[in-house]
């Protein structure tokens, strides 16, 4: 069976990051979608809306658990007992960091395996980070987000 593990902050989950999910399990035959804890970033959302928006947005998915975990990532992945880690590539830019963590991971755990993804071109641009900071200006998230995260986001606004 071929397990991979989809890491993130997914604060909020964005359409970049279903398509990603869509088209890696078409080729694997279980994601695992991992929340990860970071405790010193300030997020929007607390690990367990992350999960729950995420469960919500992945429902019916068979192929795809959604979980989170605390610590090193290698760690996890062995944990997982897998070797398969995605990760997505929106720009050039991002290339640089994602190849510093995939090479650290390597050396942490010579086993594992980073396989990237780009997103369809629709979604090159969107991010995380891009949806907070449109929602900081109480702007529209509606194309960028699914219905229940919009919702999530509203709530947090207060709007």
Do not use: W
Not at 44 to 66: D, H, I, P, Y
Not at 132 to 138: L, T
């Amino acid at each position: 069976m071929r397990i991979a593990v989809y890491p993130g902050s997914f604060d909020p989950v964005t359409f970049g990051h279903l398509d990603i999910i869509e088209r890696a399990s078409k080729i694997f035959d279980r994601i695992i979608v991992s929340v990860f804890v970071h405790s010193t970033k300030k997020n929007m959302f607390t690990v367990e809306e992350r999960v729950a928006m995420l469960k919500t947005a992945l429902k019916g998915k068979k192929k795809v658990t959604v979980e989170c975990f605390e610590g090193l990532l290698v760690d996890y992945v062995k944990k997982k007992k897998t070797t398969v880690v995605i990760r997505g590539l929106r720009a050039i830019s991002d290339l640089e960091y994602e190849f510093q963590i995939a090479a650290v991971n390597r050396t942490l755990y010579p086993a594992i395996e980073t396989v990237f993804f780009m997103p369809r071109q629709r979604y090159t641009y969107l991010s995380s980070s891009v949806v907070r900071d449109i929602a900081h200006f109480r702007g529209d998230v509606s194309k960028l987000v699914p219905p229940h995260v919009v919702k999530a986001i509203a709530a947090r606004r207060g709007k």
